[in-house]
C-alpha cells in the first residue's frame, strides 16, 4: 500500500508544471483551466503589461498563479479580475489588479489561499481584496490603495454562520481607502501593517465567536479629517503596540474580555481610547497618549481595568470616568487644559489607586458621584483644586492620599 502511494505522489510531482501565459495558452483562463495540483500559471508582462477580463478558479488545489514582470490583471470597471472559490493551497504573487468591480480580487470559501508581494488598487466601484467565508488566508507585503469601498474586507455569511477564520494580513501597505481592514470574523491576525491617507476608519474588527482577533503593531498615519484608528466589537480581543497618529478616536472599543495594551497615540482631536457602555471586562494597561484632544481616555463599561496609562496634554480632560466598577491604578496625567480625572454621575462604585495628576488646567480629580475608594492617588499644580468632591465629606472613602488643596479640607 505504500509503495502505491509512493508512486501516486511521485507521478504527481512529475506531472507537476509551468504554464505560460501568453506564449502556449493564449489567456490566463485558459491555463488555469489546464492546470493541475502542483502546476504554476506564469504570466507574462510582454507583449502586454496587462490583461482585461474576469479570471475565475474554481476548485482548484496546490496552485501558484505568478506574475512576471508585474503584469496588471484589469476588471475594466464591470468585472472582478481574480475570483477564487473553493481552492485549497493557492498562492497568488507579482501581479497588479486594478478598476475591479465589485472587487479587484473576490475569495470565497477557500483554504490557505497566499496573496503575496502584488500591487491592488483603483477598484474605483470597489474593494481590493474581499473574501467571504475562508480559512488560513494570508495577505502579506501586498501595496493596497485607492478603494472606494475599503482595502481589505473578510465578511461573513450571517445566515449560515460562517465567518473568515484564522487569518493573516500582515507587512502591507495601504494608502487612500475608504476602510483599509474591515474583518468580520474569529482567529485573525493583522500586525505589521502601514496605513495612511484614510478616510474611514483605518481598521475595524467584529469577532462572531469567543476567540477573538489580533491587532499588533500596526502603524497608521496622516488620516484626511477626523477618520478613526481601530475600531472593536466583539469577544476576546488583542489590540498592542499599534502607533497612531492624527485622526478622531484612535481606538474605540464595544467589546467585552479583550486587552488595549501597549499602544502609543498622538494627535488626534477627539479621543485617545474610548470605552463604550457595551464594553465588560477589558483591560487597559500601559498606553501612552499625547497630544491636544478632548479626552485622553473616555470610560463608560463595566469592569474596566485602567491601569499604567500615561496621558500627556489633551485639550479637554485626561480621565473621564463613567463606568460601573472601574479600577484606575497607576496611571498618569499631565497637563490636561481641563481636569485631570473626572469621575462623572454615572460612574459607582469605582478603585481609584496610585494614580497621578500633575498640571492640569482645572480641577485634578472632579469626583461628582458617590461610593467610591481612593487611596495612595496625588495631585499637584492644578488650576483650580487639586480634589474637588461634589458629594461632601462621606460621599466616597480617602485614605493615604496627597492632594494640596481639596473643598474636603
Do not use: W
Amino acid at each position: 500500500m505504500r509503495t502505491v502511494l509512493a508512486l501516486l505522489v511521485l507521478t504527481a510531482v512529475a506531472a507537476a508544471g509551468t504554464l505560460e501565459v501568453p506564449a502556449e495558452y493564449a489567456t490566463i483562463q485558459a491555463a488555469v483551466n489546464a492546470a493541475g495540483p502542483g502546476d504554476t500559471v506564469r504570466i507574462a508582462a510582454v507583449p502586454s503589461p496587462s490583461y482585461v477580463g474576469a479570471v475565475v478558479v474554481d476548485g482548484k488545489s496546490d496552485l501558484a498563479i505568478v506574475g512576471s514582470g508585474m503584469p496588471s490583471l484589469e476588471g475594466d470597471g464591470v468585472a472582478v479580475p481574480l475570483r477564487l472559490a473553493n481552492c485549497q493551497r493557492i498562492l497568488v504573487t507579482g501581479l497588479g489588479f486594478g478598476n475591479g468591480v465589485p472587487a479587484d480580487m473576490q475569495i470565497y470559501y477557500c483554504q490557505d489561499v497566499t496573496i503575496t508581494g502584488c500591487s491592488i488598487g483603483n477598484a474605483g466601484a470597489g474593494f481590493g481584496i474581499h473574501d467571504e467565508g475562508s480559512t488560513g488566508l494570508v495577505i502579506t507585503k501586498n501595496s493596497i490603495g485607492n478603494c472606494q469601498y475599503g482595502g481589505v474586507s473578510l465578511s461573513a455569511d450571517i445566515k449560515d454562520k460562517i465567518a473568515s477564520s484564522d487569518c493573516l494580513i500582515s507587512g502591507n501597505g495601504f494608502y487612500n481607502c475608504l476602510g483599509s481592514i474591515r474583518v468580520m470574523g474569529d482567529g485573525i491576525r493583522i500586525e505589521k501593517n502601514t496605513i495612511s491617507r484614510e478616510t474611514e476608519t483605518a481598521i475595524s474588527v467584529v469577532s462572531m465567536g469567543s476567540s477573538g482577533c489580533q491587532v499588533l503593531k500596526n502603524t497608521i498615519y496622516n488620516p484626511i479629517g477626523p477618520a478613526d484608528g481601530i475600531q472593536v466589537d466583539g469577544t476576546g480581543h488583542v489590540i498592542s503596540g499599534n502607533r497612531i497618529t492624527g485622526g478622531g478616536v484612535a481606538i474605540f472599543a464595544s467589546c467585552t474580555l479583550s486587552t488595549i495594551t501597549g499602544n502609543r497615540i498622538d494627535g488626534v482631536t477627539d479621543a485617545g481610547i474610548v470605552i463604550n457602555d457595551f464594553c465588560d471586562g477589558l483591560s487597559v494597561v500601559k498606553n501612552k497618549i499625547a497630544g491636544a484632544m478632548a479626552v485622553g481616555i473616555d470610560e463608560y463599561g463595566h469592569e474596566t481595568t485602567l491601569e499604567g496609562n500615561s496621558i500627556t496634554g489633551p485639550s479637554g480632560a485626561g480621565m473621564r470616568i463613567a463606568g460601573a466598577e472601574c479600577e484606575c491604578l497607576g496611571n498618569k496625567v499631565s497637563m490636561s487644559a481641563a481636569n485631570g480625572v473626572m469621575v462623572l454621575g454615572g460612574a459607582f462604585t469605582c478603585r481609584f489607586l496610585g494614580n497621578k495628576v500633575s498640571k492640569s488646567g482645572d480641577t485634578g480629580f472632579d469626583v461628582m458621584s458617590g461610593g467610591h475608594f481612593f487611596e495612595g492617588n496625588s495631585a499637584k499644580g492644578s488650576g483650580s483644586l487639586d480634589l474637588s468632591d461634589e458629594g461632601g465629606p462621606g460621599a466616597n472613602t480617602y485614605a493615604g492620599n496627597k492632594f494640596g488643596t481639596s473643598n474636603l479640607n
